[in-house]
């Protein structure tokens, strides 16, 4: 095959605005992209050849805060010819580390803002009257970030206590509470409802024998999968009264295990979005797997595919998180899933 046409694929970066991909090219040792689960900040990972101490020197070296913007585009990888972009956001570098011999230097860039506080200062305050929506919107201004609110619902509360904790991890604990994911991505602090992703439609199917799979292990553990339902007792704040909502997902069995809690609830409402919202966290561990392929842009955490050739364990997953590697020796994806619950 020509080179034209051969299959390749290649890291593009902008580093502070400008094209330094052609350079990193020539020192470039293994780059990855993890596209992390939610509650985690997505990073970017570099590792540069450094026997000229060009990356140490301080022309080259990488600092705190450096923005880093890279894609990865593949050039005949389905298709001889086909040119297709994977656009993995915008970073700014928060590590670097220099090591050797041989001399290397590699750098560590997240998706969250070093110089936001929204992780790295604890702080108390008393939310009150407020909605989710809301207090993610002021988190997100605090930390530099740009709101995305995809959850179809907007919690309200008559107070929340964030008691010496950080922005981000009071967030997420109580979207958590919701049954809501949060991310952080390109600028942006993104909330959404993991059922939802569950219903779009698969990017991809995977099938044993025909694709590119270099690896795969799954795991099924009945422990996750015992309850059918899940009842919730809560006392109402204001009237004392102690009450009791029953949470049944669709075309569960009609005898077995109900998962148990007792959590304080404003309405019957809410108490039954806390019942769905623990059945699910239990449940949906029940099967899930890894698998490492050859590089594949359609992977992304996220985004659904469908599984064939694995018998038992074939189905629609969720992508949980996906990392994307490219070194000498190829481009690879490893990626971690679930089954989808329905419901």
Not at 12 to 31: H, M, P, Q, R, T
Not at 97 to 119: E, Q, R
Not at 290 to 319: C, P, Q
Request: charged share 25%.
């Amino acid at each position: 095959m020509d080179m034209i046409n051969a299959r390749r694929a290649e890291l593009v970066v902008f580093y502070n605005g400008y094209d330094l991909s052609i350079d990193l090219a020539k020192y470039l040792i293994d780059f990855s992209y993890t596209d992390a689960a939610p509650g985690e900040a997505d990073d970017i990972q570099i590792t540069l050849e450094d026997r000229e101490n060009n990356w140490q020197s301080p022309e080259w070296s990488p600092m705190q805060g450096d923005s880093i913007m890279a894609e990865i585009r593949t050039t005949g990888w389905e298709k001889p010819g086909e040119v297709q972009r994977l656009p993995l956001g915008t970073f700014e570098v928060n590590s670097v580390t220099s090591s050797g011999p041989p001399d290397k230097v590699s750098m560590k860039a997240t998706s969250l803002p070093v110089s936001g506080n929204a992780k790295q200062e604890k702080r108390s305050k008393a939310w009150e009257k407020v909605t989710l929506k809301t207090m993610a919107a002021d988190i997100a201004k605090r930390a530099g970030l740009k709101l995305n609110y995809l959850a179809p619902m907007n919690p309200t509360y008559d107070r929340i206590d964030q008691t010496e904790q950080e922005d981000l991890s009071f967030l997420y604990n109580q979207a958590k509470e919701e049954g809501i994911a949060i991310k952080v991505v390109s600028g942006q602090l993104v909330l959404f409802d993991e059922f939802e992703f569950e219903k779009s439609a698969p990017v991809a199917t995977i099938k044993r024998g025909k694709d590119n799979i270099l690896s795969y292990s799954f795991d099924w553990n009945a422990a996750y999968a015992a309850y059918v339902a899940c009842e919730v007792t809560y006392t109402q704040a204001k009237e004392k009264n102690t009450l009791k909502a029953k949470y049944v997902p669709p075309g569960a069995p009609a005898i077995g295990p109900v998962l148990k809690i007792n959590e304080q609830a404003d309405s019957q409402a809410a108490a039954l979005r806390k019942a769905r919202k623990s059945l699910r966290e239990k449940n949906k561990e029940r099967s899930q797997a890894s698998m490492t392929l050859m590089g594949d842009i359609r992977i992304a955490a996220g985004v659904t595919i469908m599984v064939e050739g694995f018998g038992a364990f074939d189905g629609k997953y969720l992508i949980v998180s996906a990392t994307h590697n490219l070194s000498s020796s190829g481009y690879t994806t490893d990626m971690t899933m679930r089954q989808v619950l329905g419901w």
